[in-house]
């Protein structure tokens, strides 16, 4: 059983920044990812991307390139969504996720808003 614990959420203004955690515990697969994943209220859940479990980011969606990124610690194990120049269309509840095995948080919310 993996258990992940989102945080960082929060108010913020168009062009701020915002950094996510994801902290993870518990028994993991030799092999992983964590995954991100954001909606926004009523829209479908939207991949963002996800990083190896040694660390290289495999994959960020398109839209997401030059303002996110994500990286993460090993030594702590906890994985960071790094985002920059947020805009409103950005407001969503953000999860983390590991695979395999489908183990989700239970999200944190960023709003951005002026």
């Known amino acids: 059983q993996v258990h992940l614990v989102e945080s960082g959420g929060g108010l913020v203004q168009p062009g701020d920044s915002l950094r996510l955690s994801c902290a993870a515990s518990?028994?993991?697969?030799?092999?992983?990812?964590v995954a991100w994943h954001r909606q926004a209220q009523g829209k479908e859940r939207e991949l963002i991307g996800h990083?190896?479990?040694?660390?290289?980011?495999?994959f960020l969606a398109d839209s997401m390139k030059g303002r996110f990124a994500i990286s993460r610690d090993a030594a702590t194990n906890i994985a960071y969504l790094q985002m920059n120049d947020l805009r409103p269309e950005d407001t969503a509840v953000y999860y983390c996720?590991?695979?395999?095995?489908?183990?989700w948080g239970q999200g944190t919310l960023v709003t951005v808003s002026s």
């Open positions: 990083v190896h479990s040694k660390g290289l980011t495999s």
């Open positions: 996720q590991v695979n395999p095995g489908e183990y």
């Open positions: 518990g028994t993991f697969p030799r092999v992983y990812i």
